[in-house]
Each structure stands twice: as structure tokens, then as C-alpha cells.
């Protein structure tokens, strides 16, 4: 079993900045995936941002240009640093993983409990 536990969350104004990040724990022999999802009030979970092992990295359109998704493959840890906040990203923010306990397993999906972001303005 993999834990992903997140820290980082909570109340900022408009324009401010935080750093969440989500560290993976357990059975790990490697992880493929690593991303956060949020979920507004009201709304469904939606993809903020991704990174592939290999390196790449995507994010969503409302993100772009002000959160960057970085990890560190030796601690199993993603970061999420948002910057140029807007009330329209309040959201619980979650982690999620891929990962294999051994090298010929399969890739399994792990969800982190979430972490509550509020932009006040």
C-alpha cells in the first residue's frame, strides 16, 4: 500500500502565494504520475497540474503561468507552488500517484485525503 499525505493548505488573500506539498509513502518501488486535482465548491474534481516521471508536466488552462509542479524523486514528494492566487481557486486540493511496489507489477492509483485551500479577496 502507498499513503500520500499532503501539507501546505490554507487561507490566503488574492494575489498571495503557497506551496502544497504531498509525500508518498509505503510499498513504493517506483511512481509514474504524479498530480493534483481540486475540487471547488459546488463543482467536480477537476486536474490542476501533472508530472510524468520522465519529466514532462502538464496543467490546466486556469493555471498556467501562475503554478508550477515540481518533484523530488529521491523523497517521493510533489510540490505544487501557486502564485497570483484567485478567489476561484479556493478548492480542496489532492494528490495523486501512480506507483509499483515491484518492478513487474502493475501501476496502481493512490489519493491523498486533501488539503484545503482558501483565497479570500
Known amino acids: 500500500q502507498v499513503q500520500l499525505v499532503e501539507s501546505g493548505g490554507g487561507l490566503v488573500q488574492a494575489g498571495g502565494s503557497l506551496r502544497l506539498s504531498c509525500a508518498a509513502s509505503g510499498s513504493i518501488f517506483s511512481i509514474n504520475v504524479m498530480a493534483w486535482y481540486r475540487q471547488g465548491p459546488g463543482k467536480q474534481r477537476e486536474l490542476v497540474a501533472l508530472?510524468?516521471?520522465?519529466?514532462?508536466?502538464n496543467y490546466a488552462d486556469s493555471v498556467k503561468g501562475r503554478f508550477t509542479i515540481s518533484r523530488d524523486n529521491a523523497k517521493n514528494t510533489v510540490y505544487l507552488q501557486m502564485n497570483s492566487l484567485k478567489p476561484d481557486d479556493t478548492a480542496v486540493y489532492y494528490c495523486?500517484?501512480?506507483?509499483?511496489?515491484?518492478?513487474?507489477?502493475?501501476?496502481?492509483?493512490?489519493w491523498g485525503q486533501g488539503t484545503q485551500v482558501t483565497v479570500s479577496s
Open positions: 508530472s510524468i516521471s520522465g519529466g514532462s508536466t
Open positions: 495523486m500517484a501512480t506507483a509499483r511496489p515491484m518492478a513487474l507489477s502493475p501501476y496502481n492509483t493512490y
